[in-house]
């Protein structure tokens, strides 16, 4: 079945500790994206990419990396200099044309101990 | 700048009751439109979209949605709600000048009643 894989779906990360979420796609999308929602606060875009070796900040960059070497894959670093990284994750994708919607996996929800 | 509201926070409606969730936006150009819907701990659900044509839209689950220019509106309705129906809404502009990146409202979290 084609989707979005996003994983682990809990992770603890001590303080001062980079850590990576996970998301490949077999829907063949060209577009990419990570947003973090937090309670209240609805999804706020963190980057997105629109094709394979190129992606660009969204709202709230600071403190994450991100890679796109396949077109399948849409790694997110979260570093150390995150202040407030405990929060659920959303990987999306979508084709960039027009009429189309984005479709999301299940989320990472990181927990910092 | 782009923005989406949704004035209502938590609703609370019983079953079998009709249901309008309300969603602003803020965007120049002709939006493209949609609502989410999210259960506890998962990802986002499309429930319905708007891109051009007919203003009433219809969606998944027994949801319309009906896009009002003059008004910057996009209400979610569903005409008798089920217990199932208890989630949390999301209201969301694409902006395709951004690589079809979406814009959310904060969400609106519906309690259904028995």
């Known amino acids: 079945d084609g989707g979005i894989t996003q994983s682990p779906k809990y992770l603890f990360r001590k303080e001062g500790q980079n850590v990576t979420l996970s998301c490949e796609q077999n829907?063949?999308?060209?577009?990419m994206y990570w947003y973090r929602q937090d309670p209240g606060q609805g999804l706020r875009l963190i980057y997105y990419?629109?094709?394979?070796?190129?992606?660009q900040k969204g709202d709230i960059a600071e403190g994450y990396s991100v890679s796109r070497e396949k077109k399948e894959s849409f790694p997110l670093t979260v570093t150390s200099a995150q202040k407030n990284p405990t929060a659920f994750y959303l990987c999306?994708?979508?084709?960039?044309?027009?009429?189309?919607?984005?479709?999301f996996g299940q989320g990472t929800r990181l927990t910092v101990v | 700048a782009q923005s989406v509201t949704q004035p209502d926070i938590h609703i609370t409606v019983s079953e079998g009751a009709s249901l309008e969730l309300r969603c602003n936006y803020s965007?120049?150009?002709?939006?493209?439109l949609f609502w989410y819907v999210q259960s506890p701990g998962q990802g986002l659900q499309l429930l319905l979209k708007?891109?051009?044509?007919?203003?009433l839209v219809q969606g998944i689950k027994g949801f319309e949605a009906e896009f009002k220019r003059s008004q910057s509106s996009f209400n979610l309705r569903k005409p008798s709600v089920h217990w199932s129906d208890a989630a949390e809404y999301f209201c969301?502009?694409?902006?395709?000048?951004?690589?079809?990146?979406?814009?959310f409202g904060a969400g609106t979290i519906l309690r259904v009643k028995s």
């Open positions: 999306a994708s979508s084709i960039t044309v027009l009429n189309t919607e984005a479709f």
């Open positions: 829907l063949n999308h060209d577009a």
């Open positions: 990419s629109q094709i394979v070796n190129d992606f």
């Open positions: 965007y120049g150009a002709t939006p493209y």
């Open positions: 708007y891109f051009s044509g007919d203003t």
């Open positions: 969301a502009v694409g902006l395709m000048e951004y690589g079809n990146k979406l814009v």
